[in-house]
């Protein structure tokens, strides 16, 4: 569960203060959603974004659902890639926000971290054609880039080699590295690896991703083989 309806109650006001052009839309029993103006000023890289966009901003209560941003106001070309057809705002991948959270959802943290770099992101790339940033892609690929961060590996097969022994493994530093380098763990992916084994709520992350990307790839799978065998 991210929210109680409390601490959701309790971070929203906090909100509402720190971002003045917000206000309550409505509160039901699964969620709570705010809309109105939000303001960004923002500087990076010389380049400097002073805007006002109209947003809806949904809250889930009681609920493993991470908060998202609505574009109300179309501010957001339809073609770009990060905006979904429903007008939602691709922010980042499930799994970058569920770890970065591990200790406790926090929505301030989450609108400076998470949604105001969004707007200055897509803004400088619609101004200079490139994202200040770097760009995550979706899907499976965007969660095994999520995971290549925290390991320091661009090779997807090996990351998803060293979520597989998350699971399924246990550490020793001793040991020849998942990654399948052949050099001791320790001396390979072995810190970032070890991380993941001394927490449990890291450990769930892997797993639901894992699920995920392996189902994708079973399915791949069996659609190549289904396709060879007719043939």
């Excluded at 097969?157 to 001793?174: A, T």
Aim: negative net charge.
């Amino acid at each position: 569960m991210i929210f109680s309806k409390e601490s959701a109650v309790q971070q929203v006001n906090h909100l509402l203060h720190l971002y003045d052009g917000l206000s309550i839309e409505s509160i039901l029993g699964s969620e709570i959603v705010l809309s109105g103006q939000l303001l960004i000023d923002r500087v990076a890289l010389d380049f400097r974004l002073y805007k006002n966009y109209q947003i809806r901003i949904v809250v889930p209560v009681l609920s493993d659902v991470l908060p998202y941003v609505v574009d109300s106001g179309n501010h957001i070309d339809e073609s770009y890639p990060h905006r979904y057809a429903d007008g939602r705002l691709c922010l980042e991948t499930d799994a970058a926000i569920r770890i970065h959270f591990l200790g406790g959802f926090n929505l301030e943290d989450w609108m400076h971290n998470f949604v105001e770099p969004y707007y200055f992101s897509y803004e400088y790339f619609q101004r200079y054609g490139t994202f200040p940033f770097g760009e995550r892609a979706h899907g499976i690929e965007g969660v095994l880039q999520t995971y290549g961060d925290f390991f320091d590996e661009s090779d997807y097969v090996k990351i998803f080699r060293i979520m597989d022994f998350i699971l399924f493994g246990h550490y020793r530093g001793h040991l020849p590295c998942p990654c399948g380098s052949g050099g001791k763990m320790r001396l390979c992916h072995g810190a970032s690896i070890k991380r993941f084994f001394e927490n449990e709520k890291l450990k769930k992350i892997v797993q639901n991703d894992y699920k995920l990307i392996k189902g994708v790839l079973d399915t791949y799978y069996e659609q190549f083989k289904n396709t060879r065998d007719s043939k």
